[in-house]
C-alpha cells in the first residue's frame, strides 16, 4: 500500500468523500476483495487475518488486557468485511470467562452486501465458526445503527455513516481503536486532524490505538491529538506500523 506523505489538516466541515453511496467491490485472484472506487484492497494481500492479529491484536496489547477488565470496547475505522470483528472475537472467545463483554463498534460509511462478507471470510477456516455467525444476522439493507447481539458476551454495532459524526454521537468511551480505512494516500478523510483530535475525546485515560499506517502526517495528527505514538514493526514486510496510548 502507498501511503501519502502530505499533511492533512481538514477542519470537520471541509472533509468531503471520495466515494459515492456505495462500492464496487471486484475480486482479484484467490478471492481478494478490491474497491474500485478507493482503488485499494480491503485488506493485506498476504494474509488479512495474521495482519489483524499482529496490527490490531498485539498493538492494543490484546487478548491479554481482556482478560483484566469485565468489559471491554473497541472501536474500529472501517469495518469492511468484517473481517478484524471475527479474528477479535475469536481471540476474545479463547480467553473470556464467565460474565465478561466485548462490545465492538465499527464506523462504516459503505457497508457491504451479506453475499461480499460471506465471500471474502471463506478464505479462512479459521473463522469459519465467527463468518457462519455473521452472515447469519447481517441485515440484507444495513443502515443506522446495526446492533447485533452475537452472543451471550459479545455484541457488535456497526453505525453506517460518516466517522467524524457518528463518533461524536457517542456518549460511549472506548477502550481501544483499530484505525482500519482505506490507504491515507486514497482515503484522507480518515485519517485527517479532526477525526484523530475526536478519537482521542472519546478514548479512556490509557486507551490504546493501533493502525497499519504509518504515514507522516498520520502520525503527526495521532500526536496532534494527544497520543503517544509508537512506531513498531509492520506486518509481511511492511517497514512500519503505528500504536500508542492516550496520556493522562
Not at 9 to 37: C, F, H, I, K
Not at 38 to 46: A, E, L
Not at 199 to 207: K, R, W
Request: aromatic residues 12%; proline residues 4%.
Amino acid at each position: 500500500m502507498t501511503e501519502n506523505s502530505q499533511e492533512n489538516n481538514l477542519s470537520p466541515r471541509e472533509e468531503t468523500s471520495v466515494a459515492p453511496d456505495r462500492q464496487t467491490v471486484t475480486w482479484d485472484e484467490g478471492d481478494m476483495p478490491y474497491s474500485q472506487e478507493f482503488g485499494d484492497h480491503f485488506y493485506c494481500r498476504t494474509d488479512g487475518r495474521l495482519e489483524c492479529g499482529h496490527v490490531f491484536l498485539a498493538g492494543n496489547s490484546l487478548p491479554e488486557r481482556f482478560k483484566q477488565a469485565s468489559s471491554f470496547t473497541i472501536g474500529e475505522l472501517g469495518f469492511g468485511t468484517g473481517l478484524n470483528f471475527c479474528e477479535t472475537w475469536r481471540q476474545f472467545r479463547d480467553v473470556a470467562t464467565a460474565g465478561q463483554r466485548l462490545d465492538f463498534i465499527s464506523f462504516e460509511r459503505f457497508p457491504l452486501q451479506r453475499a461480499d462478507i460471506d465471500r471474502a471470510l471463506s478464505h479462512w477456516p479459521e473463522i469459519e465458526r465467527e463468518r457462519s455467525a455473521l452472515r447469519a444476522v447481517w441485515p440484507d439493507t444495513p443502515s443506522g445503527r446495526v446492533v447485533l447481539d452475537i452472543d451471550d458476551h459479545v455484541r457488535l454495532t456497526v453505525v453506517c455513516g460518516t466517522a467524524f459524526d457518528e463518533i461524536g454521537r457517542f456518549e460511549d468511551l472506548f477502550d481501544a481503536w483499530y484505525l482500519d480505512g482505506f490507504t491515507p494516500s486514497r482515503n484522507p478523510d480518515m485519517w485527517s486532524a479532526s477525526l484523530m483530535q475526536r478519537i482521542y475525546d472519546h478514548t479512556v485515560n490509557q486507551g490504546s490505538f493501533a493502525t497499519y499506517a504509518a504515514a507522516g502526517f498520520v502520525r503527526r495528527n495521532l500526536q496532534a491529538a494527544g497520543f503517544s505514538v509508537e512506531r513498531r514493526k509492520g506486518f509481511a514486510g511492511k517497514r512500519e506500523m503505528l500504536c500508542g496510548a492516550r496520556q493522562g
